[in-house]
């Protein structure tokens, strides 16, 4: 079964999704991963950043994208869109094992949720609204994914910043995250926010399905910022506080104007210009995630002994 992997932010503009699609190709290439990238963002910067325009319009003409799938799991009709295997847009860049699941700039209606839950929770007599809530973020992102998760090695969610029905979604489903940030206050905002809402979700499921949720740790991208110089040791010694070194990426993302210029071809820089300091850096991130990510399974695996001999 595949690791399912949030990456997430409640700030924009931290290097979101520019993390995601290359730890992906690099995982695919490097290390033979098979690996589906998940555009859960409205923005779809995910989706643009591995398909052109042109063909993101034919995949929603098509209606293969993200939106049918949440569309048919929310409120299910008789005549179904295609199976998310038709969805999935393989071989992306040519690269064997990386895939995408393109987001849309319209993933749900809002109204039309709030409306289907709302009637929902009066049929089964519920008088809690929450409840009937949950439960839907409890199994929306997990449901769609379950008939593809055993055909991969990981799956990469591309969150949206901010706090909807996706992203909570996409937190519950997921086994570790990945937090980018920049070295400035308000990426710690950022951060501060994320895990406070997190915790607020495990004080949810504490006593159903407990979260068991991992950080894998936090990935710094370098900005130009005239106040990065300024507050970086500042933010840096915030963050070494509140996480500890182990929680924090050796590997820096430094500026690179190749990384802007691989948008342009809708490929990742590490496919672009695999000898760009930017590619060289990613490639650098993904050993370091693979090395993180291996500690923190052992971990967890020896956690979850320990529980059944508590519980025997």
Not at 36 to 47: C, F, G, M, P, Y
Not at 113 to 140: C, M, P, Y
Request: hydrophobic share 40%.
């Amino acid at each position: 079964m595949a690791y399912i992997i949030s990456t997430i932010n409640m700030k924009g503009g931290v290097g979101k999704t520019t993390l995601t699609v290359n730890l992906a190709a690099c995982l695919a290439k490097d290390y033979h991963k098979r690996v589906l990238v998940v555009d859960l963002d409205t923005q779809i910067s995910a989706t643009l950043s591995l398909v052109s325009p042109h063909d993101f319009s034919k995949l929603r003409k098509e209606k293969r994208t993200l939106k049918h799938l949440v569309n048919d799991f929310i409120q299910p009709i008789d005549q179904k869109s295609l199976p998310i295997q038709d969805i999935i847009k393989p071989y992306i860049g040519t690269v064997k094992g990386l895939d995408l699941l393109p987001g849309d700039l319209e993933i749900y209606d809002d109204f039309m949720v709030s409306e289907v839950l709302h009637k929902k929770a009066l049929r089964l007599g519920k008088d809690n609204f929450e409840e009937v809530w949950t439960k839907l973020e409890q199994i929306l992102v997990r449901g769609i994914l379950e008939p593809v998760m055993k055909d991969y090695d990981f799956i990469i969610l591309d969150c949206a910043p901010g706090y909807n029905l996706l992203t909570r979604s996409a937190l519950v489903a997921s086994d570790y995250y990945l937090l980018p940030a920049k070295p400035e206050p308000l990426s710690l905002i950022g951060i501060q926010l994320l895990e406070r809402r997190i915790n607020q979700l495990r004080e949810v499921y504490k006593n159903e399905n407990s979260l068991d949720l991992d950080m894998v740790g936090i990935v710094f991208s370098m900005s130009g910022n005239v106040l990065t110089g300024r507050y970086y040791r500042q933010v840096m010694r915030r963050v070494h506080d509140d996480f500890g070194e182990t929680k924090i990426f050796k590997t820096r993302i430094p500026m690179d104007v190749n990384v802007s210029k691989a948008v342009d071809s809708f490929l990742p820089v590490f496919l672009t210009h695999p000898t760009s300091i930017g590619a060289k850096a990613f490639s650098q991130l993904t050993d370091e995630f693979m090395q993180k990510l291996q500690i923190i399974v052992e971990m967890k695996e020896q956690r979850n002994k320990l529980n059944l001999v508590n519980l025997d």
